[in-house]
């Protein structure tokens, strides 16, 4: 495999760098700086960045070889696990028996799921759903295996609040402009081998269907945003080519502002914050224990969980993210009860790699006396998201003595999944650095369901990640990766 990154020298990476800062910064392909130390994230940190200052995305400056068998693999199957987690999140049955034992050792997961029990009990108000969802893969050699035959793992399935569409296009296009400005990647690359994702626009355009199936010409989509958020220009194309593309405008509002402001028309619980009725509520937050800081920001989900706005996701889709139904979906027969076809099965069971639970069943008490034996190839999980939240090698170790047998319900483990490394150079606020590095695959996917039936099941683009080999956890946000692109090979 070619190695792109270590043949340039000092001076060709210099122009390289020169280059895609300017990209980044004329094209939005930038977030807001990290706020100064000892900044309260929401007031005069705001007040100071919105004033303008932003710095690059953090980006690899080369895109990463990724085979191509295993890049159609996970783009082919994508539309499987949209539907994957429709069903699921229409079985009350699986997920009664999942969430309720969670909801005993994991309080954030009871909030969710009391959520859910009582809008089933209230009735209601929208049938429909929207899935903006991205399913994330390492890839996985056999011993003695060419690269080319690598496969494709799961690492999890997100259903809430995925980011990075926008500025994982604006990299696919930073890294075409190099390419064809310099010639310094190789000489042999064709463009196909660099392909574009359009997750830019296929997210504004999951938006754009579910806005119309909510058939109101007046009413607005409403993005649902953390309080200082740094990534809000990922967030912003989504609201620039929802109006540009399908001519909807978007409004952003915090879960707090839905509390104070928000309203449901008692007759058809059509959400009004202030006057504007809202179509589809599109969560960019929400998804972890830190946005709901007060019980205000409950009542903020609550009331557009009620209303007759679209979801994307569900408080039910939300659930069905949960790294315990990954883990339960992968124990023999669990899959079988939702797609009946074995064809279907054998690819989507492919793309698991080891998942145990850590409960009181025989399975879960086996991976955990295995576990205290030797954990230097296994990750726990409990049931968050974000980044930042899982545990590690000898931690495991630690973490599974100091808990109590129903403490440990609230985690599963994984094998660890360990791609090939390759080396790259990254872009962070501006400095170069030369990092060897692996690299995880995000595939999104669009879906829209009526409650009678589907109106859309497709792909949405695609996301690689890249973060130094020597870091555990792969966010962005969290400072440990970088947005790549992909070299097919
Ligand atoms: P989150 O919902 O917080 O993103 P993830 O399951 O994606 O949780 O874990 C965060 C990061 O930890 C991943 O992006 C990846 O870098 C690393 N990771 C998680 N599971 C595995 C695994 N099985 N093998 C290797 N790395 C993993
Ligand atoms: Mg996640
Ligand atoms: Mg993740």
Redesign the pocket.
């Known amino acids: 495999m070619a190695n792109l990154a270590s043949t340039l020298n000092e001076e060709q990476l210099q122009i390289l760098k020169d280059a895609a800062l300017d990209f980044a910064l004329s094209h939005g392909l930038v977030v807001r700086p990290p706020p100064p130390a000892h900044t309260n994230h929401t007031d005069s940190y705001d007040a100071a960045t919105l004033q303008g200052g932003v710095i690059n995305a953090p980006v690899a400056l080369f895109p990463t070889p990724f085979p191509v068998k295993a890049f159609n693999n996970a783009v082919k199957i994508q539309p499987l696990y949209n539907q994957l987690v429709h069903d699921i999140s229409q079985d009350d049955a699986f997920l009664k028996e999942i969430m309720e034992s969670l909801s005993t050792v994991d309080d954030f997961v009871k909030r969710l799921y009391d959520l859910y029990l009582e809008v089933k009990k209230e009735g209601i108000a929208q049938s429909a759903s929207l899935g903006v969802h991205r399913s994330?893969y390492?890839i996985h050699l056999n011993s003695g295996q060419d690269f080319s035959e690598a496969e494709i793992k799961q690492?999890?399935l997100?259903t809430i609040s995925v980011s990075f569409g926008s500025l994982s296009s604006l990299t696919g296009d930073l890294h075409r402009y190099l390419q064809a400005t310099t010639g310094y990647f190789s000489d042999k690359i064709d463009s196909s081998a660099l392909p574009s994702s359009d997750s830019i626009e296929s997210i504004a355009s999951g938006l754009a269907s579910a806005h119309k199936h909510y058939g109101s010409k007046t009413a607005k989509v409403m993005m649902v945003v953390q309080p200082g958020e740094r990534n809000a220009f990922d967030q912003r194309w989504i609201e620039y080519n929802l109006l540009k593309k399908h001519r909807v405008v978007l409004i952003r509002k915090t879960l707090a502002e839905i509390a104070d402001h928000g309203r449901l028309d008692p007759k058809t619980k059509a959400l009004y914050i202030g006057d504007q009725e809202v179509s589809v509520a599109y969560y960019r937050s929400a998804y972890a224990t830190t946005d709901y800081p007060t019980e205000k920001e409950w009542e903020g989900r609550r009331l557009a969980e009620r209303s007759l706005a679209i979801k994307c996701p569900t408080v039910a889709y939300q659930l069905v993210g949960t790294?315990k139904v990954q883990q339960v979906l992968a124990a023999p027969g669990q899959l079988e009860r939702f797609v009946k076809d074995p064809e279907t099965v054998a690819q989507l069971r492919a793309s698991f790699?080891g998942l145990y639970p850590l409960d009181s069943s025989p399975e879960g008490l086996a991976a955990y006396e295995a576990a205290l034996m030797n954990s230097d190839e296994l990750?726990m999980?409990p049931q968050?998201?974000?980044?930042?939240?899982?545990i590690y090698g000898k931690d495991i170790q630690e973490s599974l003595r100091t808990l109590t047998a129903e403490q440990r319900n609230a985690y599963i483990l994984?094998?660890?999944?360990r791609p090939p490394i390759t080396k790259n150079v990254l872009l962070r606020k501006g400095q170069l650095q030369r990092a060897d590095v692996v690299s995880?695959l995000g595939v999104y996917g669009i879906y829209l369901h009526d409650g009678y039936k589907v109106i859309r099941n497709d792909n949405g683009g695609h996301l690689l990640r890249t973060?130094g080999v020597e870091s555990?956890?792969?966010?962005v946000a969290a400072g440990f990766a970088v947005i790549d692109s992909v070299l097919l090979v």
């Open positions: 994330d390492i690492v999890e997100n790294k790699t990750v999980k968050r998201e974000g980044g930042g939240n899982n994984m094998d660890i999944i995880e973060k555990n956890e792969g966010g």
